[in-house]
């Protein structure tokens, strides 16, 4: 049986070896700061994701097992692209400690009181830039640090492990709801898998243990459920989202004309019913976040937060597109970096996109909404003044519900943001940066001249009227 299995199997079977190999390069032997290994290695490794999905679309547990095992290469490796995770297990030591991570920096731990172990090793590994601000994740975030530090509190590499199983359990939780939603939109199945297979995923949330992966576990969950009309749980999980990363605050206006435009005689009263739904929908998703936030709330609390969540927009600046023109055209016209008026501007922008979206476009059915979920998130990053690539998880994972494609390019060709990270310190390559954007831009703008409306699509599905 098994010699039959490898001879049907063994180009697959190949292709998966080689793949296995090239993540243990990836993981256990590459440094930052070898740009040219490390695109080398990612390039191959998604062009081996490529030939996987399209030749073996149809074995989709096939597929998923070897979703599992490449992530399962980083199970023993302490992430080598991002240092966050630092930061990650100070917040969780401190939480089991009874000490909330937002009112004391790292920098400051001499007034905290109380021992946290390796905290010099967390502190040097953070830096300084890091350690000298207050945390800025929300509380959902902040209870898996703690359930790491729970099982792992004195050892680094063990609290590493905790975090990285959390987050493929995540990862096998999209993999099954988004099977369901795309049999539920009457989509490939194989779609699913540009996600799970995708190199991008797998280095960036298992291999670097960024938390986008549960969020959007609990966001793509909620959605499901608000399609088969259960709308009362489903926002209960969209709140959840909500408390791991804030990102999905962007998208709440767009549920408005998924809730009230209808389709039966009773015009008036369905449409009154609807918006009583609607209403009672964020009362839910805002009284989850609330409860979530309420052992930490206090005014000392939303100063920290609300402080440290600005310096994201105000200060901080890398990856980004359109700033950096507008920061180029502040240099010309006044002489210094604008960040500090750009960064306020650009989230008022991008909200009054969002509200033209929710308003003017057609968000009445799963696809017309996913779409404009997508446009929505990709407009913000295209306005914002820092993009991580880990911050492309969410369109790609919103594109596998699509027929939009430029969110799988994007997660190609950001890689192209690591080349900032050299041997000789921080130095962001602007005309690399620029060749990202352009490609992604070009690939959607191409798509979108290419489609009747870039919020319908061809296999339409009407909500239930029991939503």
């Not at 190999?21 to 700061?33: H, I, N, P, W």
């Not at 980083?74 to 000490?99: E, H, M």
């Not at 960064?343 to 476009?361: D, E, M, N, Q, W």
Request: aromatic share 18%.
């Amino acid at each position: 049986m098994v010699l039959n299995f490898i001879k049907l199997y063994k180009i697959p079977l190949l292709f998966a070896i080689i793949s296995i190999a090239f993540y243990a390069s990836f993981t256990y032997d590459l440094e930052r700061s070898d740009f040219a290994k490390l695109i080398s290695l990612y390039s191959a490794l998604f062009f081996l994701a490529y030939l996987l999905i399209e030749k073996f679309k149809l074995n989709f547990w096939f597929l998923a097992v070897l979703g599992v095992v490449f992530r399962l290469v980083f199970i023993g490796a302490t992430p080598n692209l991002s240092q966050d995770f630092y930061r990650f297990l100070w917040d969780g030591r401190l939480l089991l400690k009874g000490v909330s991570p937002y009112f004391f920096t790292p920098s400051s731990s001499t007034a905290l009181g109380v021992t946290i172990e390796q905290s010099q090793q967390l502190i040097e590994g953070m830096d300084a830039l890091n350690a000298s601000h207050f945390s800025n994740y929300p509380p959902v975030n902040q209870l898996f640090f703690a359930i790491a530090a729970l099982f792992a509190g004195k050892s680094i590499l063990g609290s590493v492990i905790v975090l990285r199983t959390l987050l493929i359990l995540a990862d096998i939780g999209i993999l099954f709801f988004g099977k369901k939603l795309l049999k539920k939109l009457d989509l490939p199945v194989k779609n699913v898998f540009w996600y799970f297979l995708n190199p991008f995923i797998i280095i960036e949330l298992t291999g670097n243990l960024h938390f986008e992966g549960v969020m959007l576990f609990f966001f793509i969950w909620g959605m499901y459920l608000l399609f088969k009309g259960k709308w009362f749980w489903a926002a209960v999980l969209i709140g959840i989202s909500v408390s791991v990363k804030l990102l999905p605050l962007l998208l709440l206006p767009l549920f408005l004309k998924y809730f009230t435009i209808n389709r039966t005689p009773k015009v008036v009263e369905t449409f009154w019913v609807s918006i009583k739904k609607l209403i009672g929908f964020y009362i839910i998703i805002g009284l989850t976040i609330i409860l979530t936030f309420l052992p930490f709330l206090s005014s000392e609390f939303i100063h920290n937060f609300s402080a440290t969540i600005a310096l994201w927009f105000q200060n901080f600046e890398f990856n980004a597109s359109v700033y950096y023109i507008i920061r180029w055209i502040g240099f010309q016209v006044v002489g210094w970096n604008i960040i500090g008026t750009a960064g306020k501007i650009l989230p008022i922008l991008v909200f009054l996109i969002v509200l033209a979206i929710a308003f003017f476009r057609k968000n009445k059915t799963p696809q017309q909404l996913i779409t404009a979920m997508l446009f929505a998130v990709s407009i913000y990053f295209l306005l914002s003044t820092t993009v991580h690539p880990w911050y492309i998880a969410t369109p790609l994972l919103l594109s596998v519900f699509t027929k939009y494609k430029f969110p799988i390019v994007w997660s190609f060709i950001v890689i192209l943001s690591y080349s900032a990270y050299g041997k000789d310190g921080f130095d962001e390559n602007l005309w690399l940066v620029a060749l990202e954007y352009m490609v992604v831009i070009g690939v959607a703008v191409w798509e979108i001249c290419n489609s009747k409306d870039p919020f319908a699509n061809k296999n339409k599905i009407e909500p239930s009227n029991s939503i």
